[in-house]
């Protein structure tokens, strides 16, 4: 038990992200504090109206995620932003900002625009066996990031010595 309260510190800043209109698109913050930080999401400086279709919010241990699903093209340019608060101190904030793609019937996405090339596929495994989802993609050499979610949530794979991602994207867990 912690005897002292401690104003909210963001640990994992919210990341800029590109994406491709319509398709979907997850930011990402955590926070530390005592008592532990609630979340709220803000775009473009206004609280995020999150009963709203195409916005999402998903609670995670000392963090949350803001799923925007079916991106559009008016999105592009705004700021998300995510606030943690717990009543000790002021809140504390990191912002990331969203470029979204336009893409015209029938035209394929910009160059170096990531194409997943191997989709991950639902397994059935024994227990106490390794498991090995696949994922690849190409970006005809541009640098990306392959992310894992489960339930909305990013794999967390920090004390989790289980799980492992490789360099092209594949999730492997050791039992």
């Known amino acids: 038990m912690c005897d002292f309260i401690v104003a909210p510190q963001i640990t994992q800043e919210v990341r800029n992200l590109t994406v491709a209109e319509e398709l979907v698109v997850s930011f990402v913050c955590k926070a530390s504090g ?42 592009s340019g705004s700021s998300f932003t995510c606030v943690a ?23 394929e996405f910009p160059v170096g625009y990531p194409k997943i090339i191997v989709n991950p596929e639902l397994k059935s495994v024994e227990k106490e066996k390794p498991a090995i989802m696949e994922c690849q993609a190409d970006a005809n050499g541009h640098k990306f990031d392959i992310e894992w979610f489960k339930n909305n949530v990013p794999v967390d794979l920090g004390d989790n010595k289980r799980l492992t991602i490789t360099e092209t994207g594949t999730c492997v867990s050791d039992k």
Not at 58 to 71: A, H, K, N
Not at 92 to 103: D, E, M, P, Q
């Open 34 to 75: 005592y008592p532990q930080p609630t979340f709220y999401w803000e775009k473009d400086g206004e609280k995020l109206n999150i009963g709203r279709n195409r916005f999402k919010v998903f609670d995670m241990p000392y963090g949350s995620v803001l799923r925007i699903e079916t991106v559009r093209n008016k999105d």
């Open 85 to 107: 608060e717990n009543g000790v101190g002021d809140p504390a904030w990191s912002t990331g900002h969203l470029k979204v793609y336009r893409i015209d019937r029938g035209n």
